[in-house]
């Protein structure tokens, strides 16, 4: 204990000492609210604030999820213990009874600010830590969506940390209109802001739900209108010319026959492809069943063309690939790359790109091949539900481009065509 309830406390110079070590007046302010909220739980109790017994509870005691206040104190009490049992401070086991306080030293204050200096990011880092765990748990994304959400929100966190801020309740709306607006500065295009404004939008929701904020600065935020961007695609003459670059002679041939050929008969999309295994493939009834994004499964067909290819590269060029004895972690995975391991998503991208040029076309991506899919299923007469499920889609809006993409085809077919000018 630094003193008894009748010797004048040190508070207001270790606040003091906050403010001249660094700290914003937002972090001090915060410090301050802490520490009288300890302090009016250790009255209660009929204890000192400064008692290390006390600390010690305060700071092992369990916090409810959701409630901020209980964790910052608890965040507060290990870090002035953490201090308070530092050779530098050792404060003595019974009250004090002279008459002078034990006020701290400058060197005892400055571990103490860094201490509580260094306890600002961990606050930031554990609610981060929190929305991705329940993005990935109860929402079910994808692991390349969480990775997305991870890269943008820790933008994010950094740009906070830099200004000063100790928790996410400090963030204001300037300093969201501030952070917009550094994005704007380095270059990013309006998609990729808009993307990084729903990342935003979508966790300040969370941290508001869950009682971390009293009131969400990303509420007021406008969401910019983007320009209506079609996707692009190419003709049927076109991906046929690609689906018949590779050579089926070789096993890398065969390999790359057949997963061209799945792309365009099924849509997937890249991660979806690479990632298949034998278990989820049924050349019997010509299916794949699919896990998608949030976790969603559904049954793609496969054209007889495609299931012949697939055959044909499983019997034989995929033993080949795969040497003997096969890779732990290739041997489910129908597609490999040509030392045996797991094909990855840039390896595919290079494949796609090789036979691009071997069959005279521009830079083709993997989901203009699904874009493609889409397009030529909507103009022969395929039901925009129907695609919407092949496509794994779950929400028929995001299906409904490929709508406006073939209006556009049709009118410019009909002005190509028609007599009058």
Request: overall charge positive; aromatic content about 6%; cysteine-free.
């Amino acid at each position: 204990m630094i003193g008894n309830p009748s010797s004048p406390d040190p508070t207001a110079a270790f606040l003091a000492h906050l403010t001249a070590g660094g700290l914003s007046p937002a972090q001090v302010a915060a410090a301050a609210r802490d520490l009288e909220a300890l302090r009016a739980m250790a009255r209660q109790a009929q204890r000192d604030l400064w008692e290390v017994a006390w600390l010690r509870e305060q700071a092992s005691a369990p916090s409810t999820p959701g409630d901020a206040e209980a964790r910052r104190r608890q965040e507060l009490a290990a870090a002035l213990l953490r201090f308070l049992e530092t050779p530098t401070f050792a404060p003595p086991a019974a009250p004090d009874p002279g008459p002078t306080a034990r006020v701290l030293s400058e060197a005892e204050l400055s571990a103490l600010l860094t201490e509580l200096a260094r306890e600002a990011p961990l606050r930031l880092d554990e609610a981060l830590e929190r929305y991705l765990h329940h993005l990935s748990v109860e929402r079910g994304l994808a692991p390349l969506t969480l990775e997305a959400y991870a890269r943008d929100l820790g933008e994010l966190r950094r740009f906070v940390a830099e200004q000063g801020l100790s928790g996410w309740e400090e963030v204001t709306l300037p300093h969201l209109l501030d952070y917009l607006r550094t994005l704007e500065a380095r270059g990013l295009a309006a998609r990729s802001r808009a993307r990084h404004l729903s990342a935003l939008r979508r966790f300040f929701r969370f941290l508001e739900r869950e009682e971390e904020i009293s009131a969400n600065p990303a509420a007021l935020l406008n969401t910019p209108r983007l320009p209506a961007r079609l996707p692009k695609v190419l003709s049927e003459a076109q991906v046929e010319a690609l689906l018949a670059a590779p050579d089926p002679a070789t096993p890398l041939g065969q390999r790359d026959a057949a997963l061209l050929e799945v792309l365009y008969a099924t849509g997937l999309r890249v991660s979806e492809l690479v990632g298949l295994t034998l278990r989820q493939v049924d050349l019997t009834r010509g299916l794949v069943r699919v896990t998608g994004k949030g976790g969603r499964e559904r049954l793609v067909p496969l054209t007889p063309v495609a299931v012949e290819k697939l055959r044909r590269y499983l019997t034989q060029g995929r033993p080949r690939l795969l040497g003997v004895p096969a890779r732990p972690r290739a041997a489910a995975l129908v597609f490999v790359n040509r030392r045996g391991g797991p094909l990855s998503r840039q390896g595919f991208w290079k494949i796609l790109l090789h036979y691009a040029r071997r069959a005279g076309l521009p830079p083709v991506s993997p989901h203009v091949l699904r874009h493609s899919f889409a397009t030529h299923l909507l103009s022969r007469g395929a039901n925009l539900r129907v695609l919407q499920l092949l496509l794994g889609h779950a929400d028929l809006s995001t299906t409904q481009i490929y709508t406006h993409l073939e209006a556009a085809r049709l009118r410019a077919v009909y002005e190509k065509a028609h007599p009058r000018p």
